[in-house]
Nanobody
Framework: QVQLVESGGGLVQAGGSLRLSCAASGRTFGRASMGWFRQAPGKEREFVAGITWIGGNTYYTDPVKGRFTISRDNAKNTVLLQMNSLKPEDTAVYYC????????????????WGQGTQVSVSS
């Protein structure tokens, strides 16, 4: 089993920045990719960004390109999401997820999930 714990969410004004962290533990071997998703009230869960543990290949959804950066620290089994130039529409619960896919995109099978961390951006 894989356990994922997100942290770093909070309240920020539009234009501000936050850094989310996802710590992975348990049976993480063979898990090739990590991803960040978000879900706003009344909306479906949305893929945000993904990264492979080996190689650090990344994938971003268009709305966050140029503003968000996903990275990983293999030694710490941790994935980060640096969010800059935040907009009110970024407000959502952000979830970290693990996938066995070597392609860290939205259509990969993410079968382990964290509990989520709230990001709120005021205008």
């Amino acid at each position: 089993q894989v356990q994922l714990v997100e942290s770093g969410g909070g309240l920020v004004q539009a234009g501000g920045s936050l850094r989310l962290s996802c710590a992975a533990s348990g049976r993480t071997f063979g898990r090739a990719s990590m991803g960040w998703f978000r879900q706003a009230p009344g909306k479906e869960r949305e893929f945000v960004a993904g990264i492979t543990w080996i190689g650090g290949n990344t994938y971003y959804t268009d709305p966050v390109k140029g503003r968000f950066t996903i990275s990983r620290d293999n030694a710490k089994n941790t994935v980060l999401l640096q969010m800059n130039s935040l907009k009110p529409e970024d407000t959502a619960v952000y979830y970290c997820a693990s996938s066995g896919s070597v392609v860290p995109g939205p259509n990969a099978k993410y079968d382990y999930w964290g509990q989520g961390t709230q990001v709120s951006v005021s205008s």
